[in-house]
């Protein structure tokens, strides 16, 4: 039984298409593909099947949150167990 297919068309930023092209070709797959999927598991769930939200954090948090990558990432960076960091905290 051949399948009925239909074309969709719609615009997108030129600079999110060629990053969404380069991620779903890591993937091993095009954007036709990743959009079926997309699809597919949105009518499966009933639902955009993942989060919309506008909680992002402000530039203070994201700020907060690399400085804590690098720290965690630089060996140079004083290490603590629990009671190490209670009994530093009680100087």
Same mark, same amino acid.
């Given at each position: 039984?051949?399948?009925?297919?239909?074309?969709?068309?719609?615009?997108?930023?030129?600079?999110?298409? +060629?990053?969404?092209?380069?991620?779903?070709?890591?993937?091993?797959?095009?954007?036709?593909?990743?959009?079926?999927?997309?699809?597919?598991?949105?009518?499966?769930?009933?639902?955009?099947?993942? !989060?919309?939200?506008?909680?992002?954090?402000?530039? !203070?948090?994201?700020?907060?949150?690399?400085?804590?990558?690098?720290?965690?990432?630089?060996?140079?960076?004083?290490?603590?167990?629990? !009671?190490? +960091?209670?009994?530093?905290?009680?100087?």
């Amino acid at each position: 039984m051949a399948t009925k297919v239909s074309n969709v068309s719609f615009r997108i930023d030129s600079d999110l298409k +060629a990053q969404a092209d380069a991620l779903f070709s890591q993937l091993g797959m095009n954007m036709t593909t990743a959009f079926n999927i997309f699809l597919r598991q949105s009518v499966r769930e009933g639902c955009i099947p993942f !989060e919309i939200t506008l909680n992002t954090p402000n530039s !203070e948090t994201v700020a907060a949150l690399i400085e804590a990558q690098q720290l965690m990432n630089n060996p140079d960076t004083k290490k603590y167990d629990i !009671e190490d +960091a209670l009994k530093e905290l009680k100087k």
